[in-house]
Nanobody
Framework: QVQLVESGGGLVQAGGSLRLSCAAS????????MGWFRQAPGKEREFVAG????????NYGDSVKGRFTISRDNVKNTVYLQMNSLKPEDTAVYYC????????????????WGQGTQVTVSS
């Protein structure tokens, strides 16, 4: 069974940092895009960052550019999201997802999803 498991969420003060992890298992993800999305109460699911499992394509949502960094460790089958300079508006459930396409902005292109990890940023 394919499984994506997020970890690393929690409560942090504005200006602080967190690193989220997404452990992938159950299949080979070569040629896949690994993405991070987030969803806050009352809002639509929002693209945060995407990276190809192989190759050099990386993309970020406008609201996190310059603050967040996505990376991967192919040996560990793990994708990370380093979040710096956190703001209260970053508060959301963060989801890891995998797509067979390079279409990082669109949730509909992702066919595997984790259960999410809560990130709360206080002011």
């Amino acid at each position: 069974q394919v499984q994506l498991v997020e970890s690393g969420g929690g409560l942090v003060q504005a200006g602080g940092s967190l690193r989220l992890s997404c452990a992938a298992s159950g299949r080979t993800f070569s040629n896949y895009t690994m993405g991070w999305f987030r969803q806050a109460p009352g809002k639509e699911r929002e693209f945060v960052a995407g990276i190809r499992w192989s190759g050099g394509n990386i993309n970020y949502g406008d609201s996190v550019k310059g603050r967040f960094t996505i990376s991967r460790d192919n040996v560990k089958n793990t994708v990370y999201l380093q979040m710096n300079s956190l703001k209260p508006e970053d508060t959301a459930v963060y989801y890891c997802a995998a797509s067979p396409f390079w279409g990082p902005y669109l949730p509909s292109l992702y066919n595997y999803w984790g259960q999410g990890t809560q990130v709360t940023v206080s002011s």
